[in-house]
């Protein structure tokens, strides 16, 4: 139990009584086995004190937390895949790579893009010659406004035509949208590709976050910035310091919990996205509390109390009580 208003000056030590206290105190005079006369004739002899055991109280730090499990999230998580289909010819990675942002990781065969590039534009280059004579012809009023007008719509078709086929050659060469670690591959060199085709996992586990869900009843208490204490079962000796930076909008209607997600900063490289992590969320800490075993607290109806050792002797005191922890 942990008394949190009182101070250490106030205390000394307290006293846990070994049971069978009341029964001394309220003892009758009479003993069993024994007639009235024999115990008057009985030599007096001085009262026998119980044997009693004195113990400091605890001052120190005094946390309140909540207990939750989670799961670890990479900091950036994506499925590299191919946008659109075609041999692939070029694997520019090995599995567990680190990547940098930006680096080629595979190429498909793009001759047949090329060639459509060079078609369109053909075309988009003859149509244009024809729009500059047919304006001609149309200052000398020789044509239509009409005309002109549908000839320059033909251009910019296939302008747009260009554009489209030259995204496509642009997309059999698939880059890395950032810096992390690519996974195992799930291609071969020389295979062919549908559009989508999954291709490996990249992830950024430069930091990774972690997602928990904490009761509704405590979501008042929960703030961004606060301190998270993390142990994975991987590495149960270890202790992963984080900050929560984020808390879902809405309550879950089913387990009434919030989604809360933490971010956990390392550098061992022990983390991995999927981990069942263990969580504790530091919700208070009070500095110089008074904690007591216990055994040596008294349950008086709705009050408590405990014994203090003053002048050598015990005394019956009241307390008021915070937070249970472990023992005390």
Do not use: C
């Not at 080629?104 to 369109?120: C, E, T």
């Not at 050659?169 to 890395?176: C, F, P």
Request: hydrophobic residues 45%.
């Amino acid at each position: 139990m942990s008394k949190t208003k009182s101070r250490l000056a106030f205390w000394g030590v307290i006293v846990v009584v070994v049971l069978g206290l009341f029964a001394w105190v309220n003892r009758p005079v009479e003993e069993v086995g024994k007639t009235p006369e024999k115990v008057e004739q009985a030599a007096p002899s001085k009262p026998q004190g119980l044997p009693v055991k004195a113990l400091p109280v605890l001052v120190g730090d005094l946390v309140e937390d909540i207990s939750a499990v989670g799961n670890i999230v990479a900091n950036e998580s994506v499925r590299v895949r191919t946008e659109i289909s075609g041999r692939l010819v070029e694997l520019n990675f090995n599995e567990g790579q680190v990547i940098q942002k930006g680096q080629l990781l595979v190429a498909l065969d793009d001759a047949v893009y090329r060639a459509q590039v060079a078609a369109i534009s053909a075309e988009l280059r003859t149509e244009q010659q024809r729009y500059m004579r047919l304006k001609e012809l149309y200052q000398q009023k020789f044509i239509s406004k009409e005309a002109l007008d549908l000839q320059a719509g033909a251009v910019a078709r296939l302008a747009a035509l260009v554009q489209e086929a030259d995204a496509h050659l642009q997309k059999t060469i698939v880059t890395a949208p950032f810096s992390g670690v690519i996974g195992l591959r799930k291609v071969s060199p020389g295979a062919y590709l549908e559009a989508g085709a999954d291709i490996a996992k990249l992830e950024d586990l430069s930091s990774v976050k972690i997602d928990f869900r904490v009761p509704a009843v405590y979501l008042a208490k929960v703030r961004s910035g606060q301190v998270i204490n993390v142990v994975v079962d991987a590495f149960p000796a270890d202790t992963f310091k984080g900050k929560v930076y984020a808390i879902e909008t809405g309550i879950d209607g089913e387990t009434r919990t919030a989604l809360v997600r933490a971010r956990v900063s390392y550098k061992e490289g022990k983390l991995h996205s999927g981990m069942f992590a263990r969580v504790s969320l530091i919700m208070s800490k009070k500095q110089n509390a008074l904690s007591v075993p216990e055994q040596a607290l008294w349950p008086q109806g709705t009050d408590n109390f405990v014994y203090r050792v003053i002048d050598g002797k015990a005394s019956l005191t009241k307390v008021e009580l915070g937070r249970r922890t472990p023992g005390y």
